[in-house]
């Protein structure tokens, strides 16, 4: 059974649940209003550890690799997304929800942890437009699908961005155990309590992204992954050894307009 439009939550346009708590975050929230709302579904957090040295060789040097007990880690998160507006604008049918698929690491700069993504790849041709030219993220295009099997989630993506590498993947995952908020210091909260984006554009430009949304609730996940050339496609190469694997059933969040960084 599809997952593509089914059971989609319909967030009032002057309120949304992503600023219900904001008492955990590590610094405050911008001042300005934030620009767009997304609600995140069955997100699989797949984490393998990697050199820093590979990673260092493709982010910004103005960007400090994040370590979690002097390792870095590469993560391959596939999810699914609805709710995706403007402020103060309804959701619209054709771009608020789709499937989307993160390669990612873990970055810092000014004292402010974050993420920075090797690609992203997203089966709405014109929210990878968007996203492109807005926040400068190397968005693709891509055939993709989500569908629920066997009490977890059958997902599958092909990239067809016309010029960009070939990168797939396809899996199945489920929850393993009883959901949980990660604890500060722990890997967990690591991995997915970051509040800004990082991303640079085509002449080096460096740019943060803030957003904001509640705790994870998270749990331990299974999956069975038969087709993952996603890092490889940015670059990296994965270890031989099994991913470390978590699970969330949904997040909402709010993201502010991207700051342009000094040089």
Known sequence: MSLQGRGLPRPEYGMNPALAKTSHRPWPMPSSPWVMAQCWHDLLFAHWPCAAAELRA?????????????????????????????????????????????????????????VWFFSLDAANPIAVAIARAWFSLPYFRARMSCELYDNGILYSSERT???????????????????????PGSFEHFL??????????????LFRGEIQHPPWSLQFAEAEITSNTMAQAAGLALPSAKPLLHFSKLQQMVAWSPERLPS
């Open 161 to 183: 961005h016309r010029g960009a590498p070939a990168a797939s993947l396809r899996c199945s995952y489920r929850p393993a155990g009883p959901a949980f908020e990660p604890q």
């Open 192 to 205: 997915t309590e970051r509040y800004c984006l990082y991303a640079a554009d085509l002449r080096g430009q």
């Open 58 to 114: 493709l982010v910004p040097p103005a960007l400090e690799i994040d370590l979690y007990e002097k390792q870095a880690w590469l993560g391959v998160i596939p999810f699914r997304m609805s709710g995706v507006r403007l402020r103060a604008t309804p959701p619209l049918p054709w771009l608020s929800g789709f499937t989307e698929l993160n390669v990612r690491s873990y970055v810092v700069k000014d004292g402010k942890p974050g």
